[in-house]
């Protein structure tokens, strides 16, 4: 059974449009705990498009009640700044992401040639010193597994939005497949495996039953437009049964 951290940046860019801090992020994160999802994740990027750094703090505390059993998963690029701001609040997950400053979205996992897995080796090291897991985000491409081993990361987040737009247009095949040894090799070398990027309830069921050692997957975008028709609620406990594998009523 997969977990489901429920990824909040859709709920902070609508907030964000506006200077009258509606919708606020509480009432969300509430009803995610709610409806039993296992945690929450937050991508605070330098230019706070969506989750603000005061955010991760204020998110923290709201939910400190509830962990670790519900966790808190923190993605990000792990420069200085960024793991001088996951260390003030020790999130239980830690995810990390080789993304520029200006990018869009998270579309490419870590290459880990030299230079990055001595760099991605530092911040993993000292994310272990505060006692939070550490996940790499990664392609759907096994060949990586063994230099993500070598960094002392604890998992990996496989990129699926390759997968998913594939899916889109009936040609998936390829990239299910190579999500799927991806996350069977990752697992034999004792990695945990994640899953996110462009999931939703039409993609989840076959990727899942191809990779079943996945033990968590991080979604926002599409549970957030799903929810704008089923309801926050309702969209959150959708998401929940697929990765608990029980069919939608």
Sequence with gaps: MARLSVNLNKIALLRNARTTGVPKLAPFVER???AGARGITVHPRPDERHIRRSDVAELAALIAPWRPQFEYNIEGYPDSRFLDL???VRPEQVTLVP???GVLTSDEGWKLDAAQTA???EAVARLHRMGSRV???VDPEPSVLARVVSTGADGIEIYTGSYAQAFTEGAEGLLLAACAETARRAADS????NIGHDLNLRNLPPLLAAAPTVAEASIGHELTADALLMGWD????????VLAGRPLA
């Design 119 to 121: 760099f991605v080796s």
């Design 190 to 193: 004792g990695l945990v495996v």
């Design 135 to 137: 996940i790499l985000f």
């Design 99 to 101: 993304d520029p400053p």
């Design 86 to 88: 996951v260390e003030s």
């Design 234 to 241: 309702a969209a959150v406990a959708a998401y929940r049964d």
């Design 32 to 34: 995610v705990h709610a």
